[in-house]
T-cell receptor, first 115, second 114 residues
Framework: GAGVSQSPSNKVTEKGKDVELRCDPISGHTALYWYRQSLGQGLEFLIYFQGNSAPDKSGLPSDRFSAERTGGSVSTLTIQRTQQEDSAVYLC?????????????FGDGTRLSIL | AQSVTQPDIHITVSEGASLELRCNYSYGATPYLFWYVQSPGQGLQLLLKYFSGDTLVQGIKGFEAEFKRSQSSFNLRKPSVHWSDAAEYFCAVGPTSGTYKYIFGTGTRLKVLA
């Protein structure tokens, strides 16, 4: 498809399990962002990838969170030993670059529920 | 540091009424400004953007926004609201020189009364 694709759309798992969330950005977009959106809240920046540069992981809330981007395209966000406070919608966005005049294009998100 | 403020958490309007959603930013120069809309269960969709030039910008779905440098504002407007406009609206500032983070406001949830 032409847009940002995220999978799964919904994920329910038990506390303590690991989860992987996938983001497939728009072809040709070099910048990729992950955000977390808790119920009724704004967007919390998690991590940023730009081309082959080292990612900015400064927004990751704990060392249970990690992300990678293979081949400058698909990205996976992994949460280990999930906790109930990890329940949120995880949004991925891509853009042509990191210049300010490049709008972000968002996927529909993964709604994560930790039981 | 850059910041974006959306002072209204919730707004309720009647269908057919006009709408204005407020956004104030903090930045020394002219920022790159965006408005996004998020319908339930979906990601954010770009409504419009401002970079330079004409301070009144038109977007999709009949929305427009006006950049006012003197007030550090970028308010979103629509002359006649439709029930399908009920959603959450986010104002954002794009990355400036030396950064790459977009700064989002906390959002305004719009309810439309029939």
């Amino acid at each position: 498809g032409a847009g940002v694709s995220q999978s799964p759309s919904n994920k329910v798992t038990e506390k303590g399990k690991d989860v992987e969330l996938r983001c497939d950005p728009i072809s040709g977009h070099t910048a990729l962002y992950w955000y977390r959106q808790s119920l009724g809240q704004g967007l919390e920046f998690l991590i940023y990838f730009q081309g082959n540069s080292a990612p900015d992981k400064s927004g990751l809330p704990s060392d249970r969170f990690s992300a990678e981007r293979t081949g400058g395209s698909v990205s996976t966000l992994t949460i280990q030993r999930t906790q109930q406070e990890d329940s949120a919608v995880y949004l991925c966005a891509s853009s042509l670059g990191y210049l300010g005049n490049q709008p972000q294009h968002f996927g529909d998100g993964t709604r994560l529920s930790i039981l | 540091a850059q910041s974006v403020t959306q002072p209204d958490i919730h707004i309720t309007v009647s269908e057919g009424a006009s709408l204005e959603l407020r956004c104030n930013y903090s930045y020394g120069a002219t920022p790159y400004l965006f408005w996004y809309v998020q319908s339930p269960g979906q990601g954010l969709q770009l409504l419009l953007k401002y970079f330079s030039g004409d301070t009144l910008v038109q977007g999709i779905k009949g929305f427009e926004a006006e950049f006012k440098r003197s007030q550090s504002s970028f308010n979103l407007r629509k002359p006649s609201v439709h029930w399908s406009d009920a959603a959450e609206y986010f104002c954002a500032v794009g990355p400036t020189s030396g950064t790459y983070k977009y700064i989002f406001g906390t959002g305004t949830r719009l309810k439309v009364l029939a």
